[in-house]
């Protein structure tokens, strides 16, 4: 079975087993009731090790400032992945030849102007502003833990490339040595969560899918100074697929929106992803497609008994 038949078997098994809910859109689907129960126990497994490093609970819309987004330079690496919301602002004349052009299958898009939004590209972002906003940083710097809804525009029949996602994000804020000092702690936090519920797991250095001759680069990079690792797991696919990333961004987000340390030098950042969807699919795809059947232990862990 090639990857693209094993793609698609697996797609149609969650689909028979009311895991996925196809809108008929490629990797935009709705999730089912059992699919989501197991995600949120995961989460709730998440929450010890968060709540002992003391970090603060925050949550954002899905949705961004377009100012913000054009500050962290996303655009500048990732243009191809973005996605830019749109709204009609027309007269009724327009919106009578916007409706008779609907009605006849007929490109519409001229319609419709660019708001002050954007789809949320990656979970932490919003923290940053906040976080300059809100003055120098404490001496031990700042954690921050969120769940949020992602989009990525990357069409795809591999269940376990959607376009809409959640990420489970810590973000750690502070000087270089507070921040590497994290990210290692959660490396191993990670690895020893994603085990503990009976998957096989290996940890990479990696890099982003930075866009064109510059992004080459740019990945090149960031593995040679091993800024990004993800753990990765197999589900559907020839290779295997990351289900959790740790990044250290230096002083990326530090410079672009004023973040102090409390000695007044500019932040450094990391954050880590625990991917919702991934991580759950990776389930199902390991101990079977039914919870009932999954192994005790794994049961025990994330709460179905005792």
């Given at each position: 079975m090639n990857e693209k038949e094993s793609q698609r078997k697996f797609f149609n098994e969650l689909?028979?087993?009311?895991?996925?809910?196809p809108t008929g859109v490629p990797g935009v689907h709705?999730?089912?009731a059992e699919f989501e129960d197991a995600g949120m126990r995961l989460m709730r497994v998440i929450d010890g090790p968060s709540d002992a490093d003391g970090a603060e609970r925050v949550h954002f819309p899905p949705i961004l400032s377009r100012?913000?987004?054009e500050r962290t330079g996303y655009m500048d690496t990732m243009p191809h992945l973005s996605g830019c919301v749109h709204s009609f602002s027309g007269d009724d004349v327009a919106q009578a030849e916007l409706v008779d052009r609907i009605a006849k299958g007929e490109p519409w898009e001229t319609f419709m102007q660019m708001t002050d939004v954007t789809l949320t590209p990656a979970a932490c972002y919003p923290i940053y502003?906040?976080?300059g906003e809100q003055g120098p940083l404490p001496p031990d710097g700042r954690r921050l833990d969120l769940l949020s809804w992602i989009f990525r525009h990357e069409p795809s029949d591999d269940p376990a490339r959607l376009q809409n996602f959640r990420q489970r994000e810590m973000v750690r804020l502070g000087t270089p040595e507070q921040v590497q000092k994290w990210r290692r702690l959660w490396m191993d936090r990670g690895m020893e969560i994603l085990t503990s519920i009976g998957l096989e797991v290996h940890l990479e250095t990696a890099s982003d899918p930075f866009?064109?001759?510059g992004g080459r680069m740019l990945q090149a990079n960031q593995r040679a100074l091993a800024l990004k690792f993800e753990v990765q797991t197999p589900i559907c696919s020839d290779e295997p697929t990351a289900i959790t990333s740790f990044n250290y961004h230096e002083d990326h987000f530090g410079s672009k929106f004023d973040i102090k340390t409390s000695a007044g030098e500019v932040a450094h950042t990391a954050c880590l992803g625990f991917g919702f969807e991934r991580i759950t699919l990776a389930l199902f795809k390991a101990h079977g497609l039914r919870v009932a059947?999954?192994?005790e232990q794994v049961q025990k862990v994330l709460g179905y008994v005792g």
């Open positions: 689909v028979a087993h009311g895991h996925f809910l709705g999730r089912g100012k913000v987004f502003p906040m976080c866009f064109g001759r059947n999954w192994p």
